[in-house]
């Protein structure tokens, strides 16, 4: 379509002028009968009616549409160079224009209320960061530094252990205290290691022979426990590029999690699926479950539900995701179980497209 048909002002009077002219072939035809000086004086006046009206509806458009049309698109673009206080002053007409100023104006009255509030949550969050990052590096300096006297603390405990006789009493006391020694080195090690993590290692790899390693682990820690632990290890799975060591420690976690949800016999099934260029590994148990109001805090650091525990395995095993590119979830009801999915793109898939679908 030709420019000149894509203005406003001419569509507007397009319509206006194909009447007119209707009109004045109407006019024509019914004055015949007149003579041609008289006709032609006729026409002429009302040709120039047909252009006073014309010209009129034009000036008339331009005040009451053009004016707010060029004003609305000045204030858009001062907004979109960032100043939302600009608003349109043909808001307080009583006509349809001013419902649209009226509206307009609102929409940047709740836009600049919108980033206030997004300023303020973003300086509330880096300072929270901020915090978190010199709390992380201050336990980060304490645990190494409580590490080697706790070393020194186990070593005696096993020398006065081989000094003790064989029946003494004193025997189980030692055991309690090797046990909470190495509690408190776990503790020490996980701390570590959320708050110094060591850089991914990725390597293009089948992410069932990972799984399937963490699988075998968590056997061994059942025991004699009335626990199954399945794995369905699918015959063919895109290659994942991952940190073969670190998703083996996020597996290992969620098994070991899910041994303990259960207190007398049980079953977990950790099962593998491919889904829109993303590979995926479940585990499922048949546990006590976890109730609805705590479901969402449990990826939060030193939140435990545990008496024993650091509370830093899921909160570490959602960051070693997210490090990934990848997405953890839950899904769980007390007394039914929990479920846990653990989504990681397939090498070369683009993660962005992912976030959502997952």
């Not at 000149?4 to 006019?27: E, M, T």
């Not at 046990?179 to 293009?204: G, K, M, T």
């Not at 435990?304 to 997405?327: D, R």
Request: charge should be neutral.
């Amino acid at each position: 379509m030709p420019r000149l048909f894509q203005n406003w002002r001419v569509k507007a009077v397009l319509p206006v002028a194909a009447v007119l002219g209707l009109g004045l072939l109407i006019f024509e035809t019914a004055t015949l009968s007149l003579e041609s000086t008289a006709r032609h004086r006729v026409l002429l006046v009302a040709a120039g009616g047909a252009l006073a009206i014309s010209a009129v509806l034009l000036v008339v458009l331009a005040v009451l549409i053009q004016r707010p049309l060029t004003e609305m698109q000045q204030t858009v673009a001062r907004i979109r160079a960032g100043d939302l206080f600009a608003s349109v002053s043909f808001a307080d007409r009583k006509d349809e224009i001013g419902a649209l100023g009226r509206n307009f104006n609102e929409m940047v009255r709740e836009l600049r209320e919108s980033r206030v509030e997004i300023e303020s949550l973003h300086r509330t969050q880096m300072s929270r960061a901020e915090h978190l990052a010199s709390l992380g590096e201050l336990a980060a300096g304490i645990a190494h530094e409580v590490r080697n006297p706790l070393a020194g603390i186990a070593g005696a405990v096993e020398v006065i252990g081989q000094q003790l006789p064989a029946g003494s009493s004193h025997r189980e006391v030692l055991k309690e205290v090797r046990q909470e020694v190495q509690r408190i080195q776990s503790l020490l090690s996980d701390l570590l290691q959320y708050a110094r993590p060591r850089p991914l290692q990725f390597l293009r790899s089948d992410l069932s022979d990972t799984i399937e390693q963490a699988v075998l682990l968590a056997r061994q820690q059942v025991g004699h426990r009335p626990i199954q632990i399945e794995f369905d290890k699918p015959a063919h799975l895109p290659p994942v590029k991952h940190d073969a060591a670190l998703i083996e420690q996020v597996a290992l976690n969620l098994l070991v999690n899910a041994i303990q949800a259960m207190d007398q016999a049980g079953s977990i099934r950790v099962s593998m699926e491919v889904r829109d260029g993303l590979v995926g590994f479940q585990v499922a148990d048949t546990g006590r479950g976890i109730a609805a109001d705590v479901l969402p805090k449990i990826f939060r650091p030193f939140f435990t539900t545990k008496g024993h525990g650091t509370g830093l395995g899921l909160s570490l095993a959602k960051g070693i995701i997210e490090q990934h590119g990848g997405l953890i979830g839950v899904t769980s009801r007390l007394g039914s179980g929990t479920e846990f999915s653990v989504w990681l793109p397939a090498a070369g898939a683009p993660v962005a497209e992912h976030a959502h679908s997952a």
